[in-house]
């Protein structure tokens, strides 16, 4: 694919300075065991005290005992999550039951939030294993949901080679945290 995306809502924090989205990544105090400390998810998995807003900018929206939800930052469609164990692990066999199930039963979760407050038609879900794969971060896996809309891929992409993101990430995970804090 080499759609090129719109994405002026995520742009516009860096453009009018907007304190809360702008700046480089908060530092935490309390990195997991084994985690690598050049990983996103590890980052977003890791702890803060104080909270400066940790989350938000990590675009962290959940965070259970084992498991992560982080909006990803180039989606590929409006939505875009990725769900993800805590711990540094590449492959499914390396992660414990109490992570599958939270996982899982994030993915539902997640799907129902998505029905409900933002009419999604359907979703796709995927996991990227390995390089090979087409995982763009192969020690550290997660799932990829994309909310699909009826009728969300035609016209623009397909005309234009571009794909319009309506929603901005600040938007989308103050949504989320809202909905899943219920
Ligand atoms: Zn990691």
Avoid at 134 to 158: E, I, S, T
Wanted: negative net charge.
């Amino acid at each position: 694919m080499n759609e090129e995306r719109l994405w002026a809502p995520w742009r516009l924090g860096y453009v009018t300075g907007n304190e809360e989205t702008a700046g480089p990544l908060p530092e935490p105090n309390g990195w997991l065991a084994d985690a690598d400390h050049n990983c996103f998810l590890c980052r977003a998995a890791a702890s803060y005290n104080p909270d400066t807003l940790a989350d938000k900018r990590l675009l962290v929206a959940d965070r259970g005992d084992h498991s992560l939800v982080v909006l990803n930052r180039y989606p590929y469609n409006n939505g875009h999550l990725l769900i993800s164990p805590r711990r540094h692990v590449g492959d499914l066999w390396q992660m414990n039951r109490e992570e599958h199930v939270e996982c899982v039963e994030l993915l539902a979760r997640l799907t129902r939030v998505y029905r409900e407050c933002l009419n999604a038609d359907g979703f796709n879900i995927g996991l990227n294993l390995g390089r090979a794969a087409g995982a763009g971060l192969p020690g550290h896996l997660h799932w990829h949901l994309v909310p699909r809309w009826a009728g969300d891929n035609n016209f623009m992409p397909v005309l234009a080679g571009t794909r319009v993101i309506p929603q901005s990430l600040e938007a989308l995970w103050e949504l989320l945290v809202g909905a899943l804090g219920k």
